[in-house]
């Protein structure tokens, strides 16, 4: 067994953090980012339409359908998915070379792309964030004020579905209370941190 110099960096792991929408993902993964340094959240391209405030290349990559397309076409991809209309991917350049450097790779992602991303890769890790209710997950969807009555009835019932996947899942963290689910989160990220060997 060699001994491992400076010079050489351990490599990095991927953290998968999914859930149905209006869990409060995006809330936890802020959270964690503050707290764990190394973490690195992938930028998924879209071909939604910004929401008030979102900024291109730091909340989500704004691409057209047609450059969708081509990035489909080409392989770029590590995982892609058509959510409520739109489509999402993770760009699998960026995260192989996250991972190289030695970074905790997070994706919030879908469970759609979650199921994809743990085919190809062996040693993610993939946590699922739930509301403390059903009632819950639809005021929170509703609260953000952003989408039709249609638009949230299909949320509502894609949520249904993604639920009955919890099972398929390392970890479950009930948003029910932010800080103590972010410090669930937190754990569960430097555990994987310190196991690398």
Known sequence: MTERTSAQRPRGRLLIISGPS????GTLVDRLVERVPEAWV????TTRPP????VDGVDYRFVSPEEFDRLVKAGEFLEWAEVHGNRYGTLRSDVEKKIAEGRLVVLEIDPQGAQQVRRLV???VCVFVVAPSFEELERRIRKRGAESDEEIAARLKTAERELALVGTYDYVVQNDDVARAADELVGIAESLLGRRS
């Open 22 to 25: 209006g869990a409060g993902k």
């Open 42 to 45: 992938s930028v998924s391209a």
């Open 51 to 54: 929401r008030p405030g979102e």
């Open 122 to 124: 062996d040693d993610a």
